[in-house]
Structure formats: structure tokens, C-alpha cells
């Protein structure tokens, strides 16, 4: 079922990029292959594993651009080999994740036939929570001049 966010548009600013993801989301929910789990690994630590039996480092593609992680992965058929039976799946795909602001890739590995993506939040200083120090002494000494 996918959903119409015209309504919501009309009485929303600034609110585009959530709508762009949610429409991601659904367009991607239908497609299953590769399989792939993600998984929070800390406080702000994440991976991803995507299961790419067959699949060499040199046939699978990693990129990342304006907070979406592009997985894309092709390889090249040999046309001299019959199969009897075929279960272990080798078409090209590609796969989607949109990052949230300031999750970064680490680094990406294959082990034991998954690609293993690691991300990390990292929130700049800027951004943080800081406590502000309430001077009580000047308020104090502003009263006292006023008496």
C-alpha cells in the first residue's frame, strides 16, 4: 500500500526531506534481495551486513553522496557453466539506506560472504547539549545599587 503525502504538503514547510525518505521507504520495502540486517552496535555505533554469497569485493560497489548509501553490485555471468539446480542468486542489485544527519561510514568489509558496513553518529560540538554557567553574584550586586 503505498501512501499520498499531498495533503500534508499543503500545510507543512520544510518538512520535504521527511517526505522524500518516506516515499524511499516505500519503494523500497518490496525489494528482498539481497538480504541484510542493520544493527546497533553502540550508543551511536551502527552496522550493516548484506549477505552477498558469490559476490567479490572487485564485483560490489559502496558509495555515498548527500546522506544516501548506494550498495551496487554486479557480476559478470561465465557462460560455460550448466546448472542443475541453482538457489545461490547472482543477479546485479541495488540497494538503498538514507543516513540520518552526521551518521558516517567507518569502513565496509566482506566477512564470511556479508559486506559488513560500519557507520557512526558524530555529532558536531556545535550541536551538542552545553550548560550554560547562570551568574548569581551580578545579579546580586545590580540589586544592591538599585537600594
Known sequence: MRYDWTP??????????????????????????????????????????????????????????????????????????????????????KRQFTLADHVEVKGARFENGLLIVDLMREIPEAMKPRRIAINGAAANQIEAKAA
Open 8 to 93: 500534508l504538503w499543503r500545510s507543512t514547510i520544510g518538512f520535504d526531506r521527511l517526505f522524500d525518505v518516506l516515499d524511499e521507504v516505500q519503494r523500497t520495502s518490496e525489494e528482498t534481495y539481497p538480504p541484510y540486517n542493520i544493527e546497533r552496535t553502540g550508543e551511536n555505533q551502527f552496522q550493516i551486513s548484506v549477505a552477498l554469497a558469490g559476490f567479490a569485493p572487485d564485483d560490489v560497489t559502496l558509495t555515498v553522496e548527500q546522506n544516501v548509501l548506494a550498495l551496487e553490485g554486479r557480476r559478470a555471468e561465465k557462460d560455460d557453466r550448466h546448472f542443475l539446480h541453482r538457489g545461490i542468486s547472482a543477479r546485479s542489485f
